[in-house]
């Protein structure tokens, strides 16, 4: 009997390892075919693998592009997870809102709450009130401008209807309706003045023209009618100065009325078109007249007195200082200028890089202006008091701080054509400034 030779050790160790390495392969070909199959159909385990092992994920991709399919594949999983990640987000944002208002919901967190909504609450209705603020004086801007040329117009055309109904007659009684007239105008002026705190540029001038029309209507009338006297040497002397001194004539209280409206004329002060000086008007000739100011430049002015009313128009590098005006303050196209304005209504046009120190009882207005700085009136002279109880002023009262810009409209934000005047720029001692603005610019005193 044939015995079979045993195989070595060795031949055994090489078959066994490669029936483990068959086994093996089978195990990972098995293994790769189930995990391919499963990230080929789940997206959640391509979302696992996307964030636990990206590179085989990334396998997947490589390979599925080559067979033609890995591109849509990969764009769809970007899609889905992009949407799941945001659901989650607004998940854990309701979480996190829920687990803030169970942990907040103590007393303390309430009252915290509570104040948070009273003040927005406030916040809206304030908002609210400055709106309702804001279209109300737009109402009351209209419906004022409806009032004055309603009245304005009447005015005129009654200042008018007697200047047509003038006839020759009797030298007293004419002078007198003059004189009526001559008052008239004279109120009409005063109303107007009092109203440029609502009118416009445009208006003013129109109306000013106006006035002046009917002035000059008047004075052509009063020139037919009421013609000199012959033998006229003594008429050539000024009649105000011996008025000044004896009131009295041969015509009695007429001739009174007719040197009062010539006072009145004579103190309607007019300054225009001067350079490099400085004008000095006294309180004699201001008290309750309405000065008006035009085309200066390098100069210095005074108004001492109430005047009623102050206009200035075209100035430039100026320095204006006015005593207590009983009504308003008027002033357009002004540049590079400092004025000292005490007034109950104070209204700035078309001008910029101008210092006002103010008092002003009602509240300050500006209109296309910038570069505009105000600070409190600080002028004084030995009858202020005087001209402020005189011209109705609260030497107490001063809203220097309540400027509207009718150009910037925000009841949120400060304009940014007008600020504060910082306290190192204040003028203290107006005397010296006055004295350094006399030599930097030449001025002679007129």
Same mark, same amino acid.
């Given at each position: 009997?044939?015995?079979?030779?045993?195989?070595?050790?060795?031949?055994?160790?090489?078959?066994?390892?490669?029936?483990?390495?068959?086994?093996?392969?089978?195990?990972?070909?098995?293994?790769?075919?189930?995990?391919?199959?499963?990230?080929?159909?789940?997206?959640?385990?391509?979302?696992?693998?996307?964030?636990?092992?990206?590179?085989?994920?990334?396998?997947?991709?490589?390979?599925?592009?080559?067979?033609?399919?890995?591109?849509?594949?990969?764009?769809?999983?970007?899609?889905?997870?992009?949407?799941?990640?945001?659901?989650?987000?607004?998940?854990?944002?309701?979480?996190?809102?829920?687990?803030?208002?169970?942990?907040?919901?103590?007393?303390? %967190?309430? /009252?915290?709450?509570?104040?948070?909504?009273?003040?927005?609450? =406030? $916040?809206?209705?304030? +908002? !609210?009130? *400055? &709106?309702?603020?804001?279209?109300?004086?737009?109402?009351?801007?209209?419906? %004022?401008? /409806?009032?004055?040329?309603?009245?304005?117009?009447?005015?005129? =055309? $009654?200042?008018?209807? +007697? !200047?047509? *109904? &003038?006839?020759?007659?009797?030298?007293?009684?004419?002078?007198?309706?003059?004189?009526?007239?001559?008052?008239?105008?004279?109120?009409?002026?005063?109303?107007?003045?009092?109203?440029?705190?609502?009118?416009?540029?445009?208006?003013?001038?129109?109306?000013?023209?106006?006035?002046?029309?009917?002035?000059?209507?008047?004075?052509?009338?009063?020139?037919?009618?009421?013609?000199?006297?012959?033998?006229?040497?003594?008429?050539?002397?000024?009649?105000?100065?011996?008025?000044?001194?004896?009131?009295?004539?041969?015509?009695?209280?007429?001739?009174?009325?007719?040197?009062?409206?010539?006072?009145?004329?004579?103190?309607?002060?007019?300054?225009?078109?001067?350079?490099?000086?400085?004008?000095?008007?006294?309180?004699?000739?201001?008290?309750?007249?309405?000065?008006?100011?035009?085309?200066?430049?390098?100069?210095?002015?005074?108004?001492?007195?109430?005047?009623?009313?102050?206009?200035?128009?075209?100035?430039?590098?100026?320095?204006?200082?006015?005593?207590?005006?009983?009504?308003?303050?008027?002033?357009?196209?002004?540049?590079?200028?400092?004025?000292?304005?005490?007034?109950?209504?104070?209204?700035?046009?078309?001008?910029?890089?101008?210092?006002?120190?103010?008092?002003?009882?009602?509240?300050?207005?500006?209109?296309?202006?910038?570069?505009?700085?105000?600070?409190?009136?600080?002028?004084?002279?030995?009858?202020?008091?005087?001209?402020?109880?005189?011209?109705?002023?609260?030497?107490?009262?001063?809203?220097?701080?309540?400027?509207?810009?009718?150009?910037?409209?925000?009841?949120?934000?400060?304009?940014?054509?007008?600020?504060?005047?910082?306290?190192?720029?204040?003028?203290?001692?107006?005397?010296?400034?006055?004295?350094?603005?006399?030599?930097?610019?030449?001025?002679?005193?007129?």
């Amino acid at each position: 009997m044939i015995r079979k030779s045993e195989k070595s050790p060795v031949w055994k160790i090489i078959k066994r390892g490669i029936g483990i390495g068959i086994a093996a392969e089978v195990a990972f070909l098995v293994g790769s075919y189930a995990v391919w199959h499963r990230m080929n159909t789940n997206s959640d385990f391509r979302k696992y693998m996307h964030e636990n092992y990206p590179y085989f994920l990334e396998g997947f991709y490589r390979v599925g592009e080559l067979l033609g399919k890995g591109a849509e594949i990969r764009q769809l999983d970007a899609t889905q997870w992009n949407n799941r990640s945001e659901v989650k987000k607004d998940w854990v944002r309701q979480v996190d809102c829920i687990f803030f208002l169970r942990c907040t919901m103590d007393e303390r %967190g309430r /009252e915290r709450i509570t104040e948070n909504l009273n003040r927005r609450n =406030r $916040e809206r209705e304030s +908002n !609210l009130a *400055n &709106l309702k603020e804001l279209r109300n004086q737009e109402a009351s801007e209209y419906e %004022g401008l /409806e009032y004055f040329d309603q009245v304005f117009g009447t005015k005129t =055309r $009654e200042i008018q209807k +007697n !200047l047509n *109904n &003038l006839q020759p007659g009797e030298r007293t009684q004419v002078t007198g309706t003059f004189n009526k007239i001559f008052g008239s105008i004279q109120e009409l002026q005063k109303y107007l003045s009092t109203s440029t705190i609502f009118l416009t540029e445009r208006k003013i001038k129109t109306c000013q023209g106006i006035i002046n029309d009917l002035q000059a209507q008047a004075e052509e009338k009063k020139t037919k009618l009421i013609p000199k006297k012959k033998f006229g040497f003594k008429s050539y002397t000024k009649p105000e100065v011996l008025i000044e001194k004896d009131g009295r004539g041969k015509n009695g209280a007429g001739k009174d009325d007719l040197d009062g409206l010539k006072k009145r004329q004579e103190f309607q002060w007019t300054v225009s078109g001067r350079r490099n000086q400085e004008i000095l008007l006294e309180s004699a000739v201001t008290n309750g007249q309405d000065v008006t100011l035009s085309d200066l430049e390098n100069c210095l002015v005074r108004i001492f007195g109430h005047p009623g009313s102050v206009q200035l128009s075209k100035m430039t590098n100026c320095v204006i200082l006015t005593g207590p005006v009983a009504r308003s303050v008027f002033a357009d196209d002004c540049t590079n200028c400092k004025f000292v304005f005490a007034c109950q209504q104070m209204r700035l046009h078309t001008s910029q890089s101008c210092d006002i120190y103010l008092h002003v009882t009602c509240r300050g207005i500006i209109e296309d202006c910038t570069g505009i700085r105000i600070a409190a009136y600080s002028w004084s002279y030995p009858e202020i008091h005087r001209d402020f109880l005189q011209a109705g002023l609260d030497i107490e009262r001063n809203n220097w701080q309540d400027i509207a810009d009718f150009n910037w409209l925000s009841p949120d934000r400060p304009s940014p054509n007008w600020k504060k005047m910082d306290e190192k720029g204040l003028i203290e001692h107006w005397d010296v400034f006055l004295e350094q603005f006399r030599k930097e610019n030449s001025i002679s005193h007129q």
